[in-house]
């Protein structure tokens, strides 16, 4: 061989030898996961048990080998209660981290500040909470129960077990008061009234003794609470200060963290509607209670959205292996609406039509501790409705639209 060839043969052994080194190295390089949820604030509390779910999710899947043979590095901001700081965090986590994912927020107002930045950089959101539904975004799975897996029949099920006279309160913002948007036409149509309905900000204290007050003058059959956050505590204070304990009140965003911390279970009938209680017995269930409280301490509760959060790592996890990268491009395909796994709350499944699970319906009773007593769980998964049927889409748009003049 001549020495001109020569020459070219090692140049090519070398850019191959060169560009393998470049791949291994890119290979190697971990997948960055990003996290945005309340470290500071008013859902501190409520939030902390979620961003233990996705750690505990990351690092059982780091110590099976991580995916596609990179370990996953969890990229953590704090939202501080605040949906603007929540969108900033968005953008700062796609355009600087580069972040493959986010799982994040709590409040609606949250997802829907952080909405527009995942479509406008085609990236992937996966929201974990129960909510009022109304939405179906594109680059958003939703992990958590839809309106027909929540609220629709948990207020169905108060009105037949206290009572048509209901009081509404909640937190002023966007998911109470679409909640109760729908609870109101739900209390009309079995010819219910509602006798109050009130609003305070998220973390508003003062207000809730005079809002408890007319609670006591009205005489409601049951309240529905959709107060968000540690305006919760106040409000149980302010019950138990007026001698309101046997008052029905069910609250659907007050997980069993915040119940003991707050006091819920002075109240002696006080109920929760989720879809995953930190007691059911299923051996699925108690594995996933073991390996967290030995994570995260003996004395932590697991949450409804604490499970759906783990649920999304792990749905996540599943598609990228399929498609072979992490690139939110390719993992927000017809590959994720095809996922299902079993879960601590049993099995879940992707609803491809709505982005969406399927999810059971659980009733719980709050104990003096704070858990949650099953009271009463769906036999079959629910579909999801993120639009409850009995109006169209554009006759719910046209309320909500309404509803914000």
């Not at 945005?36 to 999710?57: F, K």
């Not at 609470?225 to 149980?236: H, I, V």
């Not at 963290?257 to 051996?283: I, K």
């Not at 059971?360 to 999801?384: E, K």
């Amino acid at each position: 061989m001549s020495t001109p060839k020569v020459l070219v043969v090692w140049f090519a052994l070398l850019i191959a030898l060169g560009g393998g080194a470049g791949c291994q190295r890119q290979k190697q390089e971990p997948i960055r996961v990003g996290v945005i949820h309340s470290l500071s604030g008013t859902m501190a509390l409520t939030e902390a048990p979620l961003v233990n779910a996705i750690r505990l999710a990351v690092e059982e899947i780091n110590a099976q080998g991580g995916l596609l043979g990179r370990q996953l590095d969890l990229v953590l901001a704090d939202s501080r209660s605040d949906s603007a700081v929540a969108a900033a965090e968005a953008e700062r986590l796609i355009s600087d981290e580069g972040v493959s994912v986010l799982f994040a927020c709590w409040t609606s107002a949250c997802r829907q500040a952080v909405k527009p930045v995942v479509e406008r950089h085609r990236h992937l959101l996966f929201y974990p909470l129960q909510y009022e539904g109304m939405e179906q975004s594109p680059n958003i799975l939703y992990t958590g129960s839809a309106p027909n897996q929540q609220l629709v029949p948990g207020t169905a099920w108060a009105l037949r077990e206290f009572g048509k006279r209901v009081y509404l309160l909640g937190s002023d913002y966007v998911f109470p008061r679409t909640a109760n948007l729908i609870i109101r036409d739900l209390v009309e149509a079995r010819h219910g009234q509602i006798v109050g309905e009130r609003y305070v900000p998220l973390g508003e204290h003062q207000e809730l003794g005079r809002i408890v007050a007319e609670i006591a003058a009205l005489h409601p059959d049951v309240v529905l609470n959709t107060l968000n956050g540690d305006s919760n505590g106040a409000f149980f204070d302010a019950l138990v200060a007026a001698d309101l304990l046997r008052l029905p009140v069910l609250s659907f965003s007050v997980p069993e963290d915040g119940m003991r911390a707050w006091g819920g279970g002075r109240l002696r009938q006080h109920f929760g509607v989720w879809s995953y209680f930190h007691s059911l017995p299923e051996a699925s269930n108690q594995r996933f209670v073991r390996a967290y409280q030995s994570r995260f301490g003996a004395d932590q509760w697991v949450t409804d959205p604490a499970v759906a959060s783990y649920v999304g790592v792990r749905l996540w996890a599943q598609t990228v292996k399929e498609v072979g990268t992490a690139d939110p491009r390719w993992t927000n395909s017809s590959s994720l609406l095809r996922q299902s796994i079993a879960g601590p709350d049993g099995v879940v499944a992707v609803d491809a039509q709505t982005r969406h699970l399927w999810k059971r319906l659980c009733i719980g009773r709050v104990l003096a501790d704070g858990q949650f007593s099953l009271f009463f769980s769906s036999q079959n998964l629910m579909r999801p409705a993120p639009w409850p049927v009995y109006h169209s889409r554009e006759e719910w748009r046209s309320l909500l639209e309404q509803g914000r003049r």
